[in-house]
């Protein structure tokens, strides 16, 4: 079992830019990839950005490409996503991921921290 406590949620306006935080715990010698989701009212959860825990491979959605950046701390077992030229379209709850080594899907969430932007 891996646990997941994110952090770093908040309001912010049009422009701005905040960094959530996601520390794992638990079975963390498992960890594959780990990455960020987010949802928004009235609308599916979709992909936000993706880092695998051992190689330098990181991928996000088009969305979010040029704005976001996702990075690792192995040693803390913690990732990051630090959010710059945040739009009221990033409004969402940000969920952290973790894909276990034998597993094909994201198998452990976190509970979520709310991110809103104003305009």
């Known amino acids: 079992q891996v646990q997941l406590v994110e952090s770093g949620g908040g309001l912010v306006q049009t422009g701005g830019s905040l960094r959530l935080s996601c520390a794992a715990s638990g079975r963390t010698v498992s960890i594959d990839n780990m990455g960020w989701f987010r949802q928004a009212p009235g609308k599916e959860r979709e992909f936000v950005a993706r880092i695998s825990w051992r190689l330098p491979i990181t991928s996000y959605a088009d969305s979010v490409k040029g704005r976001f950046t996702i990075s690792r701390d192995n040693a803390k077992n913690t990732v990051a996503l630090q959010m710059n030229n945040l739009k009221p379209e990033d409004t969402a709850v940000y969920y952290c991921?973790?894909?276990?080594?034998?597993?094909?899907?994201?198998?452990?969430w976190g509970q979520g921290t709310q991110v809103t932007v104003s305009s």
């Open positions: 991921v973790v894909q276990s080594m034998d597993s094909t899907m994201y198998d452990y």
